[in-house]
């Protein structure tokens, strides 16, 4: 993800939230990614394990198409703020990119699109590409509200230092993350449309060269029918992307939807 040229809409992203998973053991399922990926670079893809394994998840994939990210970092440089990390920190130990404003951390950590939007600031200032999470919740999405909602948080969430280049979206509804459950195609469509059109018109960008990626339940059984949506640009990964032989499978998915992609 830190290959500037990478960041052409064009190539799908696969990206994993290993969340609060992971010891050194299981560095071993990044080996093996790195492993099963080989040299190909059909596909971007990008690891966020816990940040105590950045530095040594960063080694090992060093040199190899995998890049790794961090799940969070504060939007001050340093201080007294026992417990946190800064961007420059996370780069420091290896990190291209962050995670900001997963609902987990909107919702546990009480983060506001204010805050978000203060981190990925921060975030590209140092230097690291920012993906940005937003979605609605069950009752929103019953309400009528999921286009409102996630409007709003796009608004609010994106800095205008932001660009196609630096940024990537993640729709991930928050009904849908670790359910089991989707939205259907026709939904997901018409949300990444609708946040597509908003930042064409923010930005001034040709409303295509944005990635936006889809999360929340993605496993090998349903990744080729998401990814083949032209509207879907990547995937945002949580429990299928723990274990190598699940991830790689949905990466070989988004190796074939990126096909459709070729001239
Ligand atoms: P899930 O998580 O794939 O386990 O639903 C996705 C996410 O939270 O990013």
């Excluded at 940040?51 to 090992?60: E, H, K, R, S, V």
């Excluded at 506001?112 to 230097?127: D, F, H, N, P």
């Excluded at 991930?172 to 670790?178: F, H, L, Q, S, T």
């Amino acid at each position: 993800m830190n290959d500037k040229s990478s960041m052409a809409k064009s190539k799908l992203l696969v990206a994993g939230n290993w969340k609060m998973n992971g010891l050194r053991a299981d560095l071993a399922q990044i080996e093996a990614i790195k492993a099963g990926v080989g040299t190909s670079r059909a596909v971007d893809i990008a690891i966020f394990p816990p940040a105590t394994l950045i530095q040594a998840a960063a080694a090992l994939v060093e040199g190899s198409p995998v890049q790794v990210g961090a799940q969070d970092c504060r939007p001050e440089p340093a201080g007294a703020f026992t417990g946190d990390l800064s961007a420059a920190m996370v780069k420091d130990a290896g990190a291209s990119a962050v995670i900001l404003g997963h609902s987990e951390r909107r919702a546990g950590h009480c983060e506001t699109s204010r805050i978000i939007r203060q981190k990925a600031s921060a975030a590209l200032k140092t230097g690291l590409e920012s993906i940005i999470c937003l979605g609605e919740t069950k009752g929103e999405r019953a309400a009528g509200l999921a286009s409102s909602v996630c409007a709003r948080q796009l608004a609010d969430s994106v800095p205008d230092e932001s660009s196609p280049v630096n940024t990537v979206i993640a729709y991930e509804p928050v009904w849908a993350i670790g359910s089991g459950l989707s939205p259907s195609a026709e939904d997901i469509a018409s949300m990444h449309s609708l946040l597509r059109t908003q930042l064409g018109e923010r930005f001034r960008d040709a409303r295509g060269q944005w990635r936006i990626l889809y999360g929340g339940s993605v496993t090998p059984a349903n990744a080729a029918a998401i990814l083949e949506n032209d509207e879907v640009d990547g995937v945002l990964v949580g429990g299928a992307s723990l274990n190598a032989a699940s991830f790689l499978a949905i990466i070989a998915a988004a190796r074939e939807a990126s096909k459709r992609c070729e001239p």
